[in-house]
């Protein structure tokens, strides 16, 4: 069964730093990986996504992310961190084997910024 | 920028009542979910529903939960006889080849 560990519950970085959110999966096959940003009262929107090729991934607002299939890992990061970031980040993985496609997403990882 | 729409955003109902919450997807999408989030928990799968049938189904969805696509734009959860422990935000979300799924707004559901 497909699984995904976000190892860092709560983060907190000073605006202008740079940030690495933390995403281990497991999954039997060459897995589909997607990361979220939930605001609060918001829905979930999709940040960015890797399917195939190139391991390193670019996404909206600044954020890319890198696939590494030794680690079983799908980092996120961004350079400098804006206020505005500060949200609940979900990592998941995507089953596709059927025309079902579920999601399984980790636990989320809470982001704080200072100013 | 289309986006997937909930109705209600918030609904409150006592055990052992039926509910219905509403999805708008996003209009040329063909795949559709729904998942649900716990307070404090993980976001759940609980079900795919492609070619107007369900594709996928988690464990969570036993007999008390059904969809329907009514409709040409509307994708519709039903739990039949609800109790505390479906208190929860359920998500809707679309895809257009069932790959990356675009989320709706939730709809916070209070199980008294």
């Known amino acids: 069964a497909q699984s995904v560990t976000q190892p860092d519950i709560h983060i907190t970085v000073s605006e202008g730093a740079s940030l690495e959110l933390r995403c281990n999966y497991s999954y039997g096959a060459t897995p589909y990986l997607f990361w979220y940003v939930q605001s609060p009262g918001q829905g979930l929107q999709l940040l960015l996504k890797?399917?195939?090729?190139?391991?390193l991934v670019q996404g909206i607002k600044g954020f890319e992310a890198e696939f590494k299939r030794s680690q079983s890992s799908f980092n996120l990061r961004k350079p400098s961190v804006h206020w505005s970031d500060a949200a609940e980040y979900f990592c998941a993985v995507g089953s596709f084997y059927n025309a079902g496609n579920m999601l399984t997403f980790g636990g989320g990882t809470r982001l704080m910024v200072k100013p | 920028e289309p986006e997937v729409t909930q109705t209600p955003s918030h609904q409150v109902t006592q055990m052992g009542q039926e509910v219905i919450l509403r999805c708008v997807p996003i209009?040329?999408?063909?795949?559709f979910y729904w998942y649900r989030q716990i307070l404090g928990q993980k976001v759940e799968f609980l079900v795919s529903?492609?070619?107007?049938?369900?594709?996928?189904k988690s464990e969570i969805f036993d007999d008390q939960f059904s969809v329907e696509r009514p409709d040409g734009s509307n994708f519709t959860l039903k739990i039949r006889s609800t109790k505390l422990e479906d208190s929860a935000m359920y998500f809707c979300?679309?895809?257009?080849?069932?790959?990356?799924?675009?989320f709706g707004p939730g709809t916070r559901l209070t199980v008294t």
């Open positions: 209009s040329n999408h063909l795949y």
């Open positions: 890797y399917f195939s090729g190139d391991t």
């Open positions: 979300a679309s895809s257009k080849e069932g790959r990356e799924q675009y």
């Open positions: 529903f492609y070619n107007n049938e369900i594709s996928e």
